[in-house]
T-cell receptor, first 114, second 114 residues
Framework: KNQVEQSPQSLIILEGKNCTLQCNYTVSPFSNLRWYKQDTGRGPVSLTIMTFSENTRSNGRYTATLDADTKQSSLHITASQLSDSASYICVVSAKGGSQGNLIFGKGTKLSVKP | DTGVSQNPRHKITKRGQNVTFRCDPISEHNRLYWYRQTLGQGPEFLTYFQNEAQLEKSRLLSDRFSAERPKGSFSTLEIQRTEQGDSAMYLC????????????FGAGTRLSVL
């Protein structure tokens, strides 16, 4: 069964600290993986998208990694800011799949405290 | 505002009533998607359109749900005879068909069925 598992479920860190969020998937055949940021009461906003051939992709203070062999991805946030408080959702799509084959994780809720 | 727009932002209704939500996608985007998201969960795919054609419907889309995109621009999602289990955030997203990997989400319509 195609699944996307994210950990931890929630995380509290102090402003300025770094953190890493994890995403494990069992989607096959793999096409691409995306990380979204979702503020409370808002729609998700795309942070990065990674294909099979990519290992690392950065977007400002966000760095996503992908290990297609172990089917794991991580999202590393550097020098966290209060505005980073949000849910981070990992989404995996299957190659040749229909729209219904976008598999969403449940998200990691990050709280950045002053 | 050139983003995806959803109306209303919040809807409170009594069980058994019908409700209709509207989504205005980014103007040049020919693909439009509907998702449902409950608290602590990732979005779940409901249906998507390419122009005015509804190309796929999830099994989640029961016969009480109907979506339309009559002119290939805005879309409506109607829920008939609402049930308490329909309470959720309903998200709309749009993309270009040649770049479906990048979906832009609206802020969502939060439905509460009493």
């Amino acid at each position: 069964k195609n699944q996307v598992e994210q950990s931890p479920q929630s995380l509290i860190i102090l402003e300025g600290k770094n953190c890493t969020l994890q995403c494990n998937y069992t989607v096959s055949p793999f096409s691409n993986l995306r990380w979204y940021k979702q503020d409370t009461g808002r729609g998700p906003v795309s942070l990065t998208i990674m294909t099979f051939s990519e290992n690392t992709r950065s977007n400002g203070r966000y760095t996503a990694t992908l290990d297609a062999d172990t089917k794991q991805s991580s999202l590393h946030i550097t020098a966290s800011q209060l505005s980073d408080s949000a849910s981070y959702i990992c989404v995996v799509s299957a190659k040749g799949g229909s729209q219904g084959n976008l598999i969403f994780g449940k998200g990691t809720k990050l709280s950045v405290k002053p | 505002d050139t983003g995806v727009s959803q109306n209303p932002r919040h809807k409170i209704t009594k069980r058994g009533q019908n409700v209709t939500f509207r989504c205005d996608p980014i103007s040049e985007h020919n693909r439009l998607y509907w998702y449902r998201q409950t608290l602590g969960q990732g979005p779940e795919f409901l249906t998507y359109f390419q122009n005015e054609a509804q190309l796929e419907k999830s099994r989640l889309l029961s016969d009480r749900f109907s979506a339309e995109r009559p002119k290939g621009s805005f879309s409506t999602l109607e829920i008939q005879r609402t049930e308490q289990g329909d309470s959720a955030m309903y998200l709309c997203a749009s993309s270009l068909w040649q770049d479906e990997n990048i979906q832009y989400f609206g802020a969502g319509t939060r439905l509460s069925v009493l």
